[in-house]
């Protein structure tokens, strides 16, 4: 029965690989479907989101088997560190994981420079790490001590820098529907990670009653699907996480406490252009 139970608790995590997971894009990002009207963020250097640490509690079948924090710290000018981290204890299993993705924020344009991911616990060991110089179309793979040339499409994001990104287009985009982005992963290939809007929720969690707007991820070929919720009153953070895999739930997290350095960063009335984001070009996301 063991046997049955211990890839569950990989899926426990609740990392950014758990969240959003695709195959390799077929379709080149440059040749845009229909665009989206552009978009306008604040000039303040500061960016659309302070620093802050998010804690949540991870369930499976709604009992408590771990922790999970996020947090955002700037370490100079505009060059900052992401950080998501999980610790999980079920069972006879135990599994610990973390990813850092070291980003520099331009007029909350977010720009992936190093990104780190590790697991330990029951199971094999995992460990990535690379660094990006997305000028010149290269990333280097730490860990094996090689440099490819990767062609990076406009506004690419790491596995885990993605989240920041998308943050921000939430805050400047209240109304919209639906995000693509794209992704280099540890391979080097660029993926799409792509999200629908799927309505709005007033949620109870150990963090208190909050309002939010629930976004759906299906991966139809895997039969993992993801929702995610949002809470307008908090900037938008990430309240609650939800993944199912054929039918069955894999885990959950909600949050539990949140710390920040500051209410608001923006200002309204000083306005420029951030990323665009595409609409899907078909009606399944795959």
Avoid at 6 to 22: D, F, G, N, R, T
Avoid at 177 to 201: L, Q
Wanted: glycine share 4%.
């Amino acid at each position: 029965m063991l046997k049955h139970v211990y890839p569950c608790i990989l899926l426990l995590s609740v990392s950014a690989h758990s969240w959003a997971q695709s195959e390799p894009t077929q379709r080149v990002l440059e040749t845009e479907a229909k665009q989206l009207s552009d978009s306008t963020i604040p000039t303040s250097s500061e960016p659309l989101v302070a620093p802050f640490k998010a804690s949540y509690s991870v369930l499976h079948k709604s009992k408590k088997v771990g922790t999970a924090i996020r947090e955002l710290e700037k370490l100079a000018n505009n060059t900052y560190r992401y950080n998501y981290s999980t610790d999980i204890e079920w069972l006879i299993f135990d599994d610990r994981r973390a990813e850092e993705s070291i980003v520099t924020i331009e007029n909350n344009n977010v720009i992936p420079q190093h990104y780190k991911y590790t697991r330990e616990g029951t199971g094999r060991d995992k460990f990535y790490e690379w660094s990006y110089d997305i000028a010149n179309n290269s990333g280097t793979n730490i860990k094996d001590k090689k440099t490819m040339s990767i062609e990076f499409p406009e506004y690419i994001q790491d596995s885990l820098s993605y989240h920041l990104q998308h943050r921000f287009n939430l805050i400047k985009n209240p109304e919209q529907k639906n995000f693509i982005y794209p992704v280099v992963k540890t391979s080097g290939d660029i993926r799409e990670y792509a999200y629908e809007y799927d309505g709005a929720e007033e949620l109870m969690l150990p963090y208190g009653l909050v309002k939010t707007i629930k976004l759906k991820r299906e991966v139809t070929e895997k039969e993992r699907v993801t929702y995610a919720w949002f809470a307008p009153e908090l900037n938008y953070l990430l309240v609650r996480l939800y993944q199912s895999k054929g039918g069955t739930e894999q885990f959950e997290a909600q949050l539990t406490a949140v710390e920040s350095d500051s209410d608001t960063n923006s200002d309204a009335d000083n306005l420029k252009e951030i990323p665009k984001v595409i609409e899907p070009v078909t009606e399944s996301v795959k």
